[in-house]
C-alpha cells in the first residue's frame, strides 16, 4: 500500500492512502522524526482512503505510519511518510489605511515561517484577497476606496499554511480630489473637479514655483478660484477630502501656469523682400511659448521670438494689426491695435479689344488710391513696350498673327502694386495667299495655300446652294471630297487660332466640280450589229463617251452631247459591259453602273429540211455562236409547225401534203435574246392516192385505181410480184392505169405514189398487198390482203 500528505495546518495533517484489500479498519499514528514512540493516532473504517490526525505541534516534523487492520486487529500491511506541520498562527497587531486603495496590517513573527499571507474580504462576500507578504507590515492593494474589509494573516512554510489569525476590521479612506485646472486670466487659476463620496470637506493648498510661501484653503464647493496670481507663473495646487470620521483622504497634487501678460511695444514696418508684408515686432512677455500677430483683414503669423512677417499684405487699404502671447494656460490679452496703410492692388480685370483690326486698346477697370499706371506690353518676336497712363486706357499698334502679353501695375507714393494678372491678347491670323484649287476626282477638290502666321488650324468651307462641306487639318493643304458633282463651289481657306479665333475676312474662290456620273436606263441591239444606249444626266452641257468592252478586252465606243448614242459594229452571240462617262471643263465623271450586253444569236449557217413521212418532216441546221435554245418553224396558210429544242435539228410533224411552207428559226440566247433567221420555202410532197382499187382485165391485164388529191399531180403506179415487177406511169390528171402480164395465183405488192417536181418517186406511200385468183370468169378477181 502507499501513503502520501494531502495537506497540513498548524496542528493537524490530512493523510491519504490507498485501499488494502481484505483490510477491515485502517490506523494513523503520527510519531516524531527519529522517534518510535507515536505522540497521537486516529482509527478509521475500511471504506475510509483520507484521514487527519490532530493535536500536532506547530513547525514540527512528523513520521506518519498507517496500518491496514484484519478482522482480529492484526496488521496486514502498513506504510510511512514523513512530513512536517505549519508554522503557528499570527497574531495582528493594527490594520490602517494611508491610501484609498490599500490596508497596511501590522502582526507578529512567527518561529519558522518562511512568508506570510494577508486575507482580505468584504462582510457580504463580494471580495477576497489572498497577498503573500515576507513580513511584517504587509499591505493589500487594490481596494475599494471607502470600504470596510476584515483581514486576517497567515503564516507559511515549506510544509504549508497555519489557520487564519484572528480576524480585523478596517475601512480605506476617501480617494484625492481629480483636479481640472484652467488660467481664466493672467491673474488666477480656476480649480474643479468631481464631488467625492462621503466627502465633507476639501483642503486645497497653493504655492508658487520657486517659493515656499505656501497658501491654505477649505471648502466644500467642488470648484475653487486662486486670484491676483503673477502673470506668466507656475503654481502647484494640492488637496484632499475629508471623511465624516474627520479622516483625511488620499491627496493630489498638479500644477498650473497663468497665461502670460500681454505684450508690449508692439511696431509694424512693410517689407517687400521676399514677398511684400508686414513685419511685427514687440517686447517679449513673461512665460510665452508663441506669439501670434493678427492684421484686421484676417491675416495672421505666429513665431517663438519677438518677430513675424504678416504675408500676403493685402493691397489699396488701410489695416491694424494686434499680438497676443500664447503659453500652455492659454492665450494673453491682445496688444493695443496699432494701424498702417499698404500700397494699391493690381488693376482687375484688363482686357484688349480691337475695334480695328492692326489698332488694339489695353483696358482697366480704375483702382482705388492710385495715380497712375504702367502698361508694359511684349509681343511673341519678342519685342517690348511701355506706356504711362493717368487714365484707364492705352493704345497700341497689333498686326495679324501676332500675340501680346500685357500687364498693368498702379502706382501711389507708397510704391507700385503688385503684379496684377498676365493678358494674352492674339490677334487674327493672317489671310492665306496663293491659294490654289485643283480638282483630284470628280468629287474630290484639293485646296493648298501657302502657311500664314499665327493660325494653328486651317478651316477650308466649300459651299454650294444645298450644301457646305468643311475640312479641319493643320497643314497647309486639305481634300474636300464627298462634294456634290456639276455643282458650283464658293471655296474659301479660314485661317485659326485656339486663342483669337477664326479670321472671316478672307476672300473666296469659285469652282465647278466634274459632271455627275451618267445613269444607263436602257440599252438596246437597234439591228443584228448595232446597239442604241439611252441614259440620263442633269448636265446638259457635258460630253458624253459610251464604252463597250467585250470579254476578251476589245472596246467600241460613241460619243454624243445628249443622251443616247449607237455603238455599231457589234458582232452577234457577244457579251459586253456597257458604261457611260460625262467629261467638262470641270473633270470627268465617275464611270456609270456597268451594264451587261448581250447581242442577239447569230443564225446557223446552214438549214436542212426533209420529209420523212406525209405528215412528218425532219429539220436540221448548223450550230450558231451565242444560242442557247432554239425554234423552227413551217408556216402556211393550211397550217403550222414548230419544235422548240436545245439540240440543232428536231422533227416536226403535223404537216400537209403538197403544201409550200415557209422555212424560219429563232435563235434564243441564255438571256432570252433572240435573232429572226428566215431560209429558202420547204414544198411538201404531194399526198398519197387513196382508194386504190385493182382490177382484172381480159389478156392477164391488171389495172390500178385510185382517188387523187390533186388533178395536176403525176402518179407512178408499181406492182410487185415474186418473179417481176409492172410499173406505169398514167398521164397528168388520170387516175388509172394498166400493167400486163400478170399470172394468176400471185400475190402482188402495189404502191401509187406521186412523182416530185424533180420526176422522182415519193418514198414514203403505203405498199398494199393483193392475191390474183385463178378461179372465175375472164376477168376473175382479186383480192385485198392489206398493207405492208
Known amino acids: 500500500?502507499?501513503?502520501?500528505?494531502?495537506?497540513?495546518?498548524?496542528?493537524?495533517?490530512?493523510?491519504?492512502?490507498?485501499?488494502?484489500?481484505?483490510?477491515?479498519?485502517?490506523?494513523?499514528?503520527?510519531?516524531?522524526?527519529?522517534?518510535?514512540?507515536?505522540?497521537?493516532?486516529?482509527?478509521?473504517?475500511?471504506?475510509?482512503?483520507?484521514?487527519?490526525?490532530?493535536?500536532?505541534?506547530?513547525?514540527?516534523?512528523?513520521?506518519?505510519?498507517?496500518?491496514?487492520?484484519?478482522?482480529?486487529?492484526?496488521?496486514?500491511?502498513?506504510?510511512?511518510?514523513?512530513?512536517?506541520?505549519?508554522?503557528?498562527?499570527?497574531?495582528?497587531?493594527?490594520?490602517?489605511?494611508?491610501?484609498?486603495?490599500?490596508?497596511?496590517?501590522?502582526?507578529?513573527?512567527?518561529?519558522?515561517a518562511t512568508s506570510y499571507i494577508l486575507r482580505a474580504e468584504t462582510n457580504d462576500g463580494s471580495f477576497f484577497s489572498e497577498i503573500p507578504v515576507p513580513s511584517s507590515p504587509g499591505t493589500v492593494?487594490?481596494?475599494?476606496?471607502?470600504?470596510?474589509?476584515?483581514?486576517?494573516?497567515?503564516?507559511?512554510?515549506?510544509?504549508?499554511?497555519?489557520?487564519?489569525?484572528?480576524?480585523?476590521?478596517?475601512?480605506?479612506?476617501?480617494?484625492?480630489?481629480?483636479?481640472?485646472?484652467?488660467?481664466?486670466?493672467?491673474?488666477?487659476?480656476?480649480?474643479?473637479?468631481?464631488?467625492?463620496?462621503?466627502?465633507?470637506?476639501?483642503?486645497?493648498?497653493?504655492?508658487?514655483?520657486?517659493?515656499?510661501?505656501?497658501?491654505?484653503?477649505?471648502t466644500t464647493d467642488t470648484q475653487f478660484l486662486l486670484q491676483d496670481l503673477e502673470a506668466g507663473t507656475s503654481y502647484c495646487?494640492?488637496?484632499?477630502?475629508?471623511?465624516?470620521?474627520?479622516?483625511?483622504?488620499?491627496?493630489?497634487?498638479?500644477?498650473?501656469?497663468?497665461?502670460?501678460?500681454?505684450?508690449?511695444?508692439?511696431?509694424?514696418?512693410?517689407?517687400?523682400?521676399?514677398?511684400?508684408?508686414?513685419?511685427?515686432?514687440?517686447?517679449?512677455?513673461?512665460?510665452?511659448?508663441?506669439?501670434?500677430?493678427?492684421?484686421?483683414?484676417?491675416?495672421?503669423?505666429?513665431?517663438?521670438?519677438?518677430?513675424?512677417?504678416?504675408?500676403?499684405?493685402?493691397?489699396?487699404?488701410?489695416?491694424?494689426?494686434?499680438?497676443?502671447?500664447?503659453?500652455?494656460?492659454?492665450?494673453s490679452v491682445p496688444s493695443f491695435p496699432v494701424q498702417i496703410i499698404s500700397f494699391p492692388c493690381p488693376p482687375q480685370p484688363i482686357w484688349v479689344e480691337e475695334v480695328v483690326a492692326g489698332n488694339c486698346s489695353v483696358k482697366w477697370s480704375s483702382v482705388p488710391h492710385a495715380e497712375y499706371y504702367t502698361t508694359f506690353i511684349k509681343s511673341d518676336d519678342g519685342i517690348e513696350g511701355t506706356c504711362n497712363s493717368t487714365e484707364t486706357q492705352c493704345q497700341f499698334h497689333c498686326s495679324c498673327g501676332y500675340s501680346y502679353i500685357m500687364s498693368v501695375f498702379a502706382h501711389n507714393q507708397a510704391g507700385p502694386s503688385p503684379p496684377g494678372p498676365l493678358v494674352n491678347h492674339t490677334t487674327l491670323p493672317c489671310c492665306p495667299?496663293?491659294?490654289?484649287?485643283?480638282?483630284?476626282?470628280?468629287?474630290?477638290?484639293?485646296?493648298?495655300?501657302?502657311?500664314?502666321?499665327?493660325?494653328?488650324?486651317?478651316?477650308?468651307?466649300?459651299?454650294?446652294?444645298?450644301?457646305?462641306?468643311?475640312?479641319?487639318?493643320?497643314?497647309?493643304?486639305?481634300?474636300?471630297?464627298?462634294?456634290?458633282?456639276?455643282?458650283?463651289?464658293?471655296?474659301?481657306?479660314?485661317?485659326?487660332?485656339?486663342?483669337?479665333?477664326?479670321?472671316?475676312?478672307?476672300?473666296?474662290?469659285?469652282h465647278e466640280t466634274a459632271p455627275c456620273t451618267p445613269q444607263i436606263i436602257s440599252v438596246s441591239q437597234s439591228n443584228a450589229f448595232t446597239v442604241l444606249v439611252n441614259w440620263t444626266s442633269a448636265n446638259t452641257a457635258a460630253n458624253y463617251t459610251v464604252t463597250v468592252i467585250g470579254l476578251a478586252g476589245e472596246e467600241h465606243v460613241c460619243h454624243s452631247n445628249g443622251t443616247s448614242c449607237q455603238v455599231p459594229n457589234l458582232p452577234c452571240g457577244s457579251n459586253y459591259d456597257v458604261s457611260a462617262t460625262a467629261s467638262s471643263s470641270a473633270g470627268k465623271s465617275m464611270p456609270s453602273y456597268t451594264v451587261p450586253l448581250e447581242t442577239a444569236p447569230c443564225c446557223p449557217d446552214n438549214l436542212t429540211v426533209s420529209q420523212v413521212t406525209q405528215a412528218m418532216t425532219n429539220v436540221t441546221w448548223s450550230d450558231a455562236s451565242g444560242a442557247l435554245t432554239y425554234i423552227a418553224s413551217l408556216s402556211s396558210p393550211r397550217g403550222n409547225a414548230q419544235c422548240h429544242t436545245m439540240d440543232t435539228g428536231c422533227i416536226m410533224g403535223c404537216i400537209t401534203c403538197g403544201t409550200n411552207y415557209t422555212v424560219s428559226l429563232e435563235a434564243i440566247s441564255r438571256t432570252g435574246h433572240k435573232a429572226e433567221c428566215t431560209y429558202h420555202g420547204f414544198s411538201a410532197s404531194d399526198c398519197c392516192p387513196s382508194g386504190i382499187r385493182l382490177f382484172r382485165g381480159t389478156n392477164n391485164t391488171l389495172r390500178v385505181r385510185w382517188r387523187s388529191s390533186s388533178a395536176l399531180t403525176n402518179y407512178t403506179a408499181e406492182v410487185m410480184g415474186s418473179n417481176s415487177t409492172h410499173v406505169c406511169s398514167p398521164e397528168p390528171g388520170s387516175n388509172t392505169c394498166d400493167v400486163s402480164e400478170i399470172v394468176c395465183g400471185q400475190v402482188y405488192s402495189v404502191v401509187v405514189a406521186p412523182l416530185n417536181r424533180d420526176g422522182t418517186k415519193v418514198l414514203f406511200c403505203n405498199r398494199r398487198t393483193y392475191s390474183v385468183s385463178c378461179v372465175g370468169s375472164n376477168v376473175g378477181m382479186v383480192l385485198y390482203q392489206g398493207k405492208r
Not at 495533517?13 to 494513523?28: D, F, K, M, N, Q
Not at 490532530?54 to 487492520?69: I, K, R
Not at 512677455?285 to 518677430?307: D, P
Not at 485659326?496 to 478672307?506: E, K, M, R
Request: glycine content about 4%; hydrophobic content about 35%; aromatic content about 6%.
Open 433 to 510: 495667299k496663293l491659294t490654289s484649287v485643283s480638282a483630284v476626282s470628280w468629287e474630290t477638290l484639293m485646296i493648298e495655300w501657302s502657311p500664314v502666321r499665327g493660325a494653328d488650324l486651317y478651316e477650308t468651307r466649300a459651299v454650294d446652294a444645298t450644301e457646305t462641306i468643311l475640312c479641319n487639318d493643320t497643314a497647309p493643304s486639305c481634300a474636300l471630297s464627298d462634294l456634290t458633282c456639276n455643282s458650283r463651289y464658293s471655296v474659301v481657306v479660314i485661317p485659326c487660332n485656339d486663342v483669337s479665333g477664326c479670321n472671316l475676312t478672307c476672300s473666296p474662290q469659285t
Open 141 to 218: 492593494t487594490n481596494l475599494q476606496p471607502y470600504t470596510d474589509y476584515t483581514l486576517s494573516v497567515m503564516s507559511v512554510n515549506s510544509a504549508g499554511r497555519s489557520q487564519p489569525s484572528i480576524s480585523v476590521e478596517a475601512k480605506t479612506v476617501l480617494p484625492a480630489p481629480q483636479f481640472n485646472t484652467s488660467s481664466p486670466s493672467n491673474s488666477s487659476i480656476l480649480v474643479k473637479w468631481e464631488p467625492v463620496n462621503h466627502a465633507v470637506l476639501y483642503s486645497l493648498s497653493i504655492i508658487k514655483a520657486g517659493s515656499y510661501n505656501r497658501s491654505r484653503f477649505n
Open 237 to 331: 495646487i494640492k488637496g484632499n477630502a475629508w471623511s465624516p470620521e474627520n479622516i483625511p483622504g488620499d491627496d493630489l497634487t498638479i500644477c498650473q501656469i497663468t497665461r502670460p501678460p500681454t505684450p508690449q511695444s508692439v511696431a509694424l514696418v512693410v517689407t517687400s523682400t521676399p514677398d511684400a508684408g508686414i513685419v511685427v515686432s514687440w517686447d517679449s512677455a513673461k512665460s510665452a511659448e508663441q506669439y501670434v500677430a493678427l492684421s484686421l483683414t484676417g491675416q495672421n503669423c505666429s513665431s517663438s521670438s519677438n518677430s513675424c512677417i504678416l504675408i500676403p499684405l493685402s493691397c489699396g487699404e488701410t489695416n491694424s494689426v494686434t499680438v497676443i502671447a500664447i503659453n500652455q494656460a492659454g492665450n
Open 1 to 112: 500500500m502507499s501513503v502520501s500528505i494531502f495537506t497540513v495546518t498548524s496542528k493537524s495533517a490530512v493523510l491519504r492512502w490507498s485501499r488494502y484489500e481484505g483490510a477491515l479498519s485502517y490506523r494513523v499514528t503520527a510519531s516524531l522524526r527519529n522517534s518510535p514512540v507515536s505522540v497521537v493516532f486516529a482509527n478509521f473504517g475500511q471504506n475510509t482512503i483520507m484521514g487527519s490526525v490532530n493535536s500536532l505541534n506547530p513547525n514540527t516534523a512528523y513520521t506518519f505510519h498507517v496500518e491496514a487492520l484484519g478482522s482480529l486487529m492484526n496488521v496486514l500491511a502498513d506504510a510511512n511518510v514523513d512530513g512536517s506541520t505549519a508554522p503557528d498562527v499570527p497574531t495582528i497587531k493594527m490594520a490602517s489605511s494611508k491610501e484609498s486603495n490599500s490596508i497596511t496590517v501590522e502582526f507578529t513573527d512567527v518561529s519558522g
